[in-house]
């Protein structure tokens, strides 16, 4: 018989907060568990509930967790004193000479050098960037403390 780990022990050593946090205490338990290595059946066993139970709560988590994700890149992109806008079509190679401007304009220190700068842009843009074409609308931002973000920009509201 393997050892199944204790969710309330896990959430404990996580620190784990259902008040602060955006996770229910049910897909922070599962989450936990499935991160461990424990089936969806075993966590639906210990539960009492069913394997396709577990599975809808574990969805609903990591979409919550998704879109903390998204909310705290939108702040710090809020945040960020540098903002820069590439459009569809630019040569990737032209960004961090951009990017290195906005930034002198600001007092704000970039934490890359060129290459590097370009890298982290092309693999934060996914499918935006191929090779060196920028394929879609792009917003660079630098942080106070040189962080870096990438996001694409989203569509008007039709509000």
Excluded: W
Aim: glycine content about 6%; some cysteine; aromatic content about 4%.
């Amino acid at each position: 018989m393997t050892h199944r780990p204790d969710a309330d022990e896990l959430l404990r050593q996580a620190g784990f907060d259902a008040d602060e946090s955006v996770l229910t205490r049910r897909q922070a338990e599962v989450l936990a568990l499935r991160e461990r290595g424990v089936s969806q059946a075993a966590i639906g066993d210990a539960l009492g509930t069913s394997r396709a139970n577990v599975s809808s709560v574990e969805a609903s988590a990591r979409e919550n967790v998704r879109k903390a994700r998204e909310t705290v890149a939108f702040a710090a992109a809020l945040q960020a004193p540098v903002r820069i806008e590439v459009d569809a079509g630019t040569d990737l190679y032209d960004v961090p000479s951009r990017v290195y401007e906005a930034c002198d304009d600001a007092s704000v220190k970039v934490s890359h050098a060129a290459p590097e700068l370009m890298k982290y842009i092309s693999d934060a843009a996914g499918d935006a960037v191929d090779g060196r074409a920028v394929r879609e609308p792009l917003l660079v931002g630098v942080t106070h403390d040189g962080e870096v973000t990438v996001r694409r920009p989203s569509e008007p509201s039709q509000d």
